[in-house]
C-alpha cells in the first residue's frame, strides 16, 4: 500500500512535469539514495538528472488510535467487528539528483510548484491511468480508497546533518514533504452478528402481598 501511494504520486508528477515543461521521461522516481547511484556495472542504486521519492521516517498519526472496532451495516443488518485502520504520517524526501547543479535546482523547484499545485490526492482527482499504472500486482497491496496530503516540511540544520550523514554524507538538491492520512487496513473481517434494530421492553407490577 506504501507502494502503490507512492507510486500513484509519482505518475501524477511526471504527467505534470511531461505536459507542462516537456520534461524527459521518467522525471521522477522512487529509490534509496543510500544504495548510490546506478551505474554500467548493474549495482542497484538510483537514477541520475531524476527526481528521486525517498521514505526517511513512518509515523503513526495517533489522534486516530482510538477508532471504534466495529462498523454497522443497515441495509444487511449486521455489524461488522474489525480492528480499525493504522493512519500513518511518511516523511517523503524528494531529491534532485542531477549532474548538473542548475539543472537540479530547476526540476526541485518544479516539484515544490507541483505540490503547491496540488497538494490532496484522492481517487477522484488523480488520472485513472495514474492508479493503475506500475501497480502492486497483488490488489491486496493496492489502495482501494484514499486520501493523500502532502505538507511541506521544514527540518532544522542539525536534523538535515543527520539526515544525509546516514544516507552517505553528499547532499543533493532536497526538499521534505509530510504525507499524511495514509490508511493500512488488511481487508478481514474478525467476526460478524445481527444489527440490534428493537428494544422491547415489558413492564408490569407486581401484586402487594396478600395480608394474613
Known amino acids: 500500500m506504501i507502494s502503490h501511494a507512492l507510486t500513484i504520486v509519482i505518475n501524477e508528477m511526471n504527467r505534470h512535469l511531461d505536459d507542462v515543461f516537456q520534461m524527459a521521461m521518467p522525471a521522477v522516481g522512487v529509490g534509496n539514495l543510500a544504495e548510490g547511484f546506478a551505474s554500467s556495472s548493474g549495482n542497484n542504486g538510483v537514477a541520475r538528472d531524476m527526481l528521486i521519492l525517498s521514505i526517511i521516517n513512518i509515523r503513526e498519526e495517533k489522534a486516530l488510535k482510538n477508532l471504534p472496532n466495529y462498523v454497522s451495516d ?124 428493537e428494544v422491547a421492553r415489558k413492564l408490569s407490577h407486581k401484586e402487594p402481598a396478600a395480608d394474613s
Open 74 to 197: 443497515k441495509d444487511l443488518l449486521k455489524v461488522r467487528y474489525e480492528n480499525a485502520p493504522v493512519f500513518l504520517n511518511l516523511q517523503i524526501l524528494v531529491s534532485a539528483t542531477h549532474t548538473n547543479y542548475s539543472d537540479a535546482l530547476l526540476a526541485l523547484s518544479r516539484a515544490i510548484c507541483f505540490f503547491q499545485y496540488k497538494n490532496v490526492f484522492t481517487q477522484d482527482n488523480v488520472s485513472p491511468n495514474s492508479i493503475t499504472a506500475n501497480a502492486p500486482n497483488n490488489p491486496l497491496d493496492q489502495l482501494q480508497s484514499f486520501k493523500l496530503i502532502f505538507d511541506l516540511y521544514s527540518p532544522s540544520m542539525e536534523e538535515v546533518n543527520h539526515l544525509w550523514g546516514t544516507l552517505g554524507g553528499k547532499q543533493y538538491p532536497f526538499v521534505i514533504y509530510m504525507l499524511r492520512m495514509l490508511d493500512m487496513k488488511f481487508a478481514a473481517v474478525q467476526s460478524e452478528a445481527k444489527l440490534v434494530t
